[in-house]
């Protein structure tokens, strides 16, 4: 079933990958776009509101591109052009099953691309929001890093198709890189209480942050690009339990769900935090959870490569 | 020969010649065509000679050619050594003097122990070991001729406009220009020399002239401070210069008798490294306690530690920090093709016997790595601090040598393909960041990177060649990321699981200080007045081949490691029965370079194009409408400022030397007593003669 299309200096376009890869470009921004309404509505109701219908994302995004087409400078919506296509491409390379830090580095260049939209603008809430959305990327790159690197030394490969097909079951070994990754998730969804670059509750300093400067059109891009980004950031969890076979597929589904749950509980529970304590707590996490974790798998490394 | 003495007598004589030239105009066509003929000359020597196997053109046994002639080596060889010989007592004397001078003591001491030891033992044991092979070029030898060649003599091109502009800046005393470029083509003989070098003694030689040459360039303005930091930079080379002599005398005297028959002493780095590479094959396979033969593991720490030093490595990093007062094009050449490449050229040299396969597996590989892990973390960390844009720069420089210095410490043929690729990309990139910031410097009068807000407004042609630069630095998917990536998959598979914390930790802040120096740079700001035109032509030739360079090499990177890089492993390791050489696999090569290409196409397509509406940024209140000033109270007009962020309380630049500078002092102190331990067992053995 899973034929080999064809081979290009030791890689294989597998059917499934190229299937996945297409899934993604296609049904991403609608996933995405859901899973941001449902986001919304479990907020209200935390918040003891009724809270918008499950597609006004749809709806805000559709109002943003019928607004009228203004920007600030010249510059700034090629820098969003290429967040988003960048996005995109880290998505499809893991939905291809592709290398993992291949993926990172894709989605690190898409993040910066988004920073430097921000600076564009020379203004002072948008460039203090860029710095901060720097701020926030050093926070969450180690773990980010680490993770994979924690699935090539349990599975043996960076290769996302291999980790999904692979017979060890990751999060066994990797419950440090797991607890890690949920932390700095927090960061990369935008939740309290690191959401210091940009926020969707109201308790902004920074007028929109890094967004400030972005309007009708380009606004309704980066808000398509999220939601390429969060499918594939919870992706991520899901290949931790990720092992080729039906139950485990389900229960990866399920702790992704619960995941996201916790994130949106964590995200109405605590307000915004400095910046200090961003930075210092992603890194002592990642330090212990992730560099503790790493120690274990390279003692057991003996035994996983049996 | 022919080719590689050119390449040697050409920059020489260029040198010697330019000392007696005054006048701008005759100095500027001999550099050119000077540059024009060296770099030339190195590319068709390294491209003719990349398919072949090692060249050995000065052996004992086949006697030397030389334009057709035929030479012995042996005597010829003796008076090139003595030459040396003279020159290096005669610079002694030279230090000794100045060092009088300027009440310098340390430097006084160190050149009095290391050239009366190294006199000694030439007079006394060295010229009656038998040498084979006095100059070896491999693959790695070619890259790097390439390197010194090209980019060397770019940056001496480019240094005729900026010393024109330098020497107009600072009119007081005379012009000493002629001191200048005779310095600079004495760097790239000397370099080039040192990276054909076989024999360690000529090697040594060659070694003490790229020395003295960023001794004198550092100290070229004569000022206070530009004195106090050549002699530091100075005392801190000649200290890894000792070490050097150490590990001359040490391999010269030791019997080697283990694997066929005896050697009485040898000066060749090619026997050390076969003769480590054998021991370490014989310890794999019949399960010695050690990895590395004990005496070559000596030498080596003792050559890794001159490495080191002159690779800037913490907590030896303040003299490249200090050189930074020299003119910009020696900042250049220091960083990018010659000083501190030899460093790191020597210790990737000396990978094959240096090596850590695991965690506990403590040989000189293991403290190489430690030294270049650290560093890379607290230096990566102390450039975000900085806002001078030089200083950011050195920084950067130290980080990535550290970087390379690990992958060399780990020793994998994987490691060194690693180590390799981040010293091509860094070399072109650091040499065209360089240069860019000297261009900027002298237009608007500032190297603080603050001052570079809506620099595309002011110089847009030197925005986008450096960012350029910065990109290729640390974004995918240029060439220093996939390095980095390469160096991080072999220090996953080599095992060293804490160099791996260093590296993601080092990379995060990498991120950060490259990309708001991006930034400041992208930033549009209105009203800004284009003043590029005062930018010389020739400065304007080298950034944009330089710039070209940076892109192409990226594209080029994955056939250029199937041709070059891994015939070169293949050599180098394959005695030791390593199979894997490359970290990357092709297919993502490939991907990066599809992707570099789309980042140019969409750049050239679609940056700056818009049919929207511009208007006016949101500023709280009343904007005054021209994005640079707000109404404040009172009604007045109130102009903003943007300040990038430096996080000096979170990451303090000194704390971070200091943690790096402590950590590695101490690993020089733990191997120092290690080795105090081997060389009390040495003498016995010399006592006992032989192994």
Known sequence: MDTVLFTFYGYELHVSYLVGAVLYVVLAPFAGGLIAGIDRKVTARMQGRVG???????????????????????????????????????????FSGSNLLMMIFTLTAASIFLVLAGYSSNSPYAQIGAERELLQMMAYEPMVLLSAVGFYMACGSFNVGDIVMSDAFSFKYLIGMFIGYLFIITIKLRKSPFDLSMSHHAHQELVKGLTTEFSGRTLGILEISHWYENVFLLGFIFLFFARGSLPYTILGVAVVIVCYFVEILID???????????????????????????????????ILAR | ????????????????????????????????????????????????????????????????????????????????????????????????????????????????????????????????????DYISVDKFSLIMVLIIGVIGSAICVFSLGYMKDFSHHHSEGKDRRPFFFFMMFLFLAAMIGLVISNNMVWMFFFWEITTL?????????????????????????????????????????????????????????SFLLDYGSQYKLAATTQGYAQTTEPIVGLIAVLLAFAGITKAAQMPFNSW?????????????????????????FLIVKLAPVLGVSNLFDIGPGFFVTIIGGVT??????????????????????????????????IGTAEAVWAAIMLIIFHAVTKSLLFLCVGTVEHNIGSRDIEDMDGLFGRMPKLAVFLIIGIAAMFLAPFGMLISKWAALQSFVDSGNVWVILALVFGSAATLFYWTKWLGKMTAVVPDRI??????????????????????????????????????????????????????????????????????????????????????????????????????????????????????????????????????????????????????????????????
């Open chain 1, 268 to 302: 109405n529970g605590y307000a915004r935090m400095k910046w200090q304590f961003t930075i210092k707590s992603a890194w002592i996490v990642t330090l212990i959870f992730g560099g503790g974790n790493l120690f274990v798998l390279y003692y057991l490394q003996p």
């Open chain 2, 376 to 409: 890379f973390v607290f230096s990566s960390i102390a450039a975000i601090s900085q806002s001078n844009a030089k200083r950011v720069l050195a920084y950067s420089t130290v980080a990535n040598l550290g970087l390379i210095v690990a992958c060399a410490g």
């Open chain 2, 213 to 269: 040459c960023s001794f004198f360039l550092i100290g070229y303005t004569k000022t206070p401070e530009a004195v106090n930091n050549s002699f530091r930079a100075l005392i801190i080379n000649l200290l890894g210069g000792l070490a050097f002599v150490f590990a001359i005398v040490v391999a010269g005297s030791y019997t080697y008798g283990a694997f066929g028959g005896t050697t009485n002493g040898s000066l060749e780095l």
């Open chain 2, 1 to 132: 020969m022919g080719v590689i003495t050119l390449l040697i007598l050409i920059p020489l004589i260029v040198s010697l010649v330019l000392l007696g030239v005054k006048s701008d105009k005759a100095r500027g066509s001999i550099v050119i065509a000077a540059g024009i003929a060296i770099a030339a000359l190195s590319v068709y020597f390294a491209v003719s000679n990349f398919g072949g196997s090692v060249l050995k053109p000065f052996s004992s046994v086949d006697g030397v050619e030389f334009f057709g002639k035929y030479f012995e080596a042996g005597p010829l060889a003796e008076v090139i050594g003595n030459a040396m010989l003279g020159i290096e007592v005669a610079l002694a004397i030279l230090i000794i003097g100045l060092g009088i001078k300027y009440k310098k003591i340390l430097a006084i001491l160190l050149s009095l122990i290391s050239t009366p030891l190294l006199v000694w033992f030439e007079l006394t044991k060295g010229h009656e070991i038998a040498v084979g």
């Open chain 1, 52 to 94: 918008p219908p499950i597609l006004q994302p749809f709806y805000d995004v559709a109002k943003l591109f019928g607004k009228e087409k203004i920007t600030v400078n010249n510059a700034q919506d090629f820098y969003v052009m290429c967040t988003l296509i960048f996005m995109v491409i880290s998505g499809v390379f893991f």
């Open chain 2, 320 to 344: 490249l920090l200090g050189a930074m007062v020299a003119p910009t094009p020696t900042s250049a050449l220091l960083h990018s093709s010659t000083m501190v490449k030899a460093g790191v």
């Open chain 2, 530 to 691: 284009n003043i590029e035109d005062k930018v010389h032509k020739t400065e304007w030739g080298i950034l944009g081949g330089l710039s070209a360079l940076t892109l192409g090499v990226t594209i080029t990177f994955p056939f250029f490691s199937k041709s070059v890089v891994v015939p070169y492993l293949t050599d180098a390791f394959g005695a030791l029965g390593e199979t894997t050489y490359e970290a990357l696999r092709m297919d993502n090569l490939i991907i990066m370079m599809i992707m570099v290409v789309l980042i140019i196409v969409l750049a050239l397509l679609f940056y700056g194009r818009t049919e929207k509406r511009i208007v006016p940024i949101y500023m709280a209140g009343t904007a005054a409408g021209d994005n640079l000033t707000y109404v404040g109270s009172m009604q007045k007009d109130v102009p903003i400022q943007l300040r990038n962020w430096y996080l000096g309380d979170m990451f303090p630049e000194r704390l971070m030397n200091r943690i790096g500078g402590v950590v590695n002092g101490t690993v020089f102190a733990i191997v120092f007593g290690y080795m105090l331990y081997w060389s009390v067992l040495l003498y016995q053995l010399l006592r006992g003669g032989g192994a």
